[in-house]
């Protein structure tokens, strides 16, 4: 698991690659957490074009964030989410407050 973190204008870009599991959120949420808390974003985008499994910890991870972002005034959307990983985050419930977008090449 890895986390790429960069500011572009006002949006803040996290590209996660691997797996979003309890084993690897704790690292990811102190390290973006920081960022955050640093640079104040006004939108917090998680790219998870390349996450290959997610358990309840990355909801969790999500989540947290989305509460920090929320208490700075921000948002967060996640984006390129695969098929299988945009299926867990609808019935968690997640769209209903975070947009979250679908890879370009896939099918609904």
């Given at each position: 698991m890895s986390i790429e973190i960069r500011m572009n204008e006002e949006n803040l870009l996290a590209k996660i690659s691997g797996e979003l599991d309890h084993h690897t959120a704790a690292a990811m949420r102190t390290e973006l957490d920081e960022k955050i808390n640093g640079l104040n974003p006004h939108k917090l985008l998680l790219d998870f074009s390349d996450v290959s499994f997610m358990d309840s910890s990355g909801i969790g991870f999500i989540m947290g964030r989305y509460k920090l972002m929320k208490e700075n005034g921000g948002v967060v959307e996640v984006v390129n989410t695969p098929r299988g990983i945009n299926k867990v985050l609808k019935?968690?419930?997640?769209?209903?407050?975070?947009?979250?977008?679908?890879?370009k090449n896939e099918d609904n």
């Amino acid at each position: 698991m890895s986390i790429e973190i960069r500011m572009n204008e006002e949006n803040l870009l996290a590209k996660i690659s691997g797996e979003l599991d309890h084993h690897t959120a704790a690292a990811m949420r102190t390290e973006l957490d920081e960022k955050i808390n640093g640079l104040n974003p006004h939108k917090l985008l998680l790219d998870f074009s390349d996450v290959s499994f997610m358990d309840s910890s990355g909801i969790g991870f999500i989540m947290g964030r989305y509460k920090l972002m929320k208490e700075n005034g921000g948002v967060v959307e996640v984006v390129n989410t695969p098929r299988g990983i945009n299926k867990v985050l609808k019935i968690s419930g997640l769209d209903k407050i975070i947009t979250i977008g679908r890879c370009k090449n896939e099918d609904n």
